[in-house]
């Protein structure tokens, strides 16, 4: 199901705050993505929020079609990328997407970077699952 419901929508202040301070983050132009792992159960394993700079972007038409093609490309991508890679875990995914880019790009553009930036994020993750099973 390509859909994204507001269950999987990181409004929470305090997951943020949490998200925030204690996550990791990497940087894969034009996304700067945090993540954190927490034990809290949830109906969907992962929830994200989308951010877009007001100082870079002034406009709000423009931080608007940058999250809406965003949100587009994770929506489609979660499932086949995310969701079924992701290790089974009573664990919730929180997960932030920051746009650092400075222009506003086709969709195209935000589609295979979103495709690698969840790659990349799978990789880092298994890799410290492996890390904390050996310890």
Do not use: W
């Not at 998200?19 to 132009?29: A, E, H, I, M, V």
């Not at 929506?75 to 997407?97: G, I, N």
């Not at 589609?111 to 492996?130: D, F």
Request: hydrophobic share 40%.
């Amino acid at each position: 199901m390509n859909t994204f419901h507001k269950e999987e929508r990181l409004c929470s202040r305090r997951s943020l705050d949490l998200l925030f301070k204690n996550g990791s983050s990497f940087l894969l132009y034009p996304f700067r993505v945090s993540y954190l792992y927490t034990d809290t159960l949830h109906q969907f394993p992962v929830q994200v929020v989308i951010n877009v700079s007001k100082k870079r972007f002034k406009k709000a038409v423009d931080r608007n079609l940058i999250k809406r093609r965003s949100r587009e490309a994770y929506r489609l991508q979660k499932q086949k990328q995310l969701y079924e890679l992701l290790p089974e875990s009573e664990a919730l995914l929180l997960l932030s997407l920051q746009y650092v880019g400075k222009q506003i790009y086709e969709y195209d553009f935000f589609e295979k970077k979103l495709n690698a930036v969840l790659k990349k994020l799978l990789a880092v993750l298994s890799a410290k699952i492996r890390q904390d099973e050996s310890h």
